[in-house]
């Protein structure tokens, strides 16, 4: 069961996700709150395995609180889906940057919401696909010299690793890439959780920023 703490400043908006999330056999919805520093410490304390939050909230705004819950240095980092009505660079960086693993607008379908949750829950990223490109694009051309992460060099990797790194930056899943090396999909994984502490990274999503800002993937035109 994956254990879900909201936040959102509205209280239909609230309602509306809690309805939605724990009609999903596989989600609880633990609390849901009104700002950030609620969501920190009821998160904390109940012990969530994702925290979906707004960004813009009294007190403590979402990408605060994604920081405090798994920004650099946090130990027992909490994942974090960033959820918004507001299609702002500044928001979506912001909430990268903070240490976020998911970033998805509000108007997107329910089932993309579903899974969104499930695949930060799983140490997977997760980002509205209209956004991708942008993003990658800022991050790399307009940003690269306030990289997401501290910059590695490349040989830290292994020939394996460096496969993986390779297809994950260019948007496959496990499955997938499981199915391009002729391994098992536990492989991929096994590979994975080895290789996101060396590149400084808690997410797919933010080793695949990885990829593209230090020149390990090229950005496509």
């Not at 989600?27 to 709150?33: G, T």
Request: net charge negative; charged share 25%; glycine share 8%.
């Amino acid at each position: 069961m994956i254990r879900v703490v909201l936040a959102d400043d509205q209280a239909m908006v609230r309602a509306g996700l809690t309805a939605l999330l724990g009609a999903a056999p596989d989600i609880e919805v633990l609390a849901a709150v009104e700002d950030g520093r609620a969501a920190v410490d009821t998160a904390r304390r109940l012990g969530a395995d994702v925290v979906c939050t707004d960004v813009r909230m009294p007190g403590m705004d979402g990408i605060s609180a994604t920081r405090e819950l798994c920004g650099p240095g946090v130990e027992d980092p909490i994942p974090v889906l960033v959820l918004t009505t507001f299609d702002v660079d500044d928001y979506l960086f912001g909430a990268l940057e903070a240490g976020a693993s998911g970033f998805l607008l509000k108007d997107a379908e329910p089932a993309d919401l579903i899974a969104a949750v499930r695949s930060v829950a799983a140490g997977n990223g997760t980002i509205d696909t209209s956004l991708t490109k942008r993003v990658v694009r800022e991050m790399v051309d307009r940003r690269g010299s306030r990289p997401l992460v501290a910059t590695r060099r490349p040989d830290i990797l292994t020939a394996r690793e460096l496969d993986i790194l390779l297809l994950l930056a260019r948007g496959m899943s496990n499955e997938q890439i499981a199915d391009d090396l002729v391994v098992e999909v536990s492989t991929v994984k096994s590979h994975l959780a080895r290789m996101m502490p060396k590149l400084g990274v808690r997410s797919r999503l933010q080793a695949a920023v990885w990829a593209y800002q230090n020149r390990i993937v090229e950005l496509p035109d």
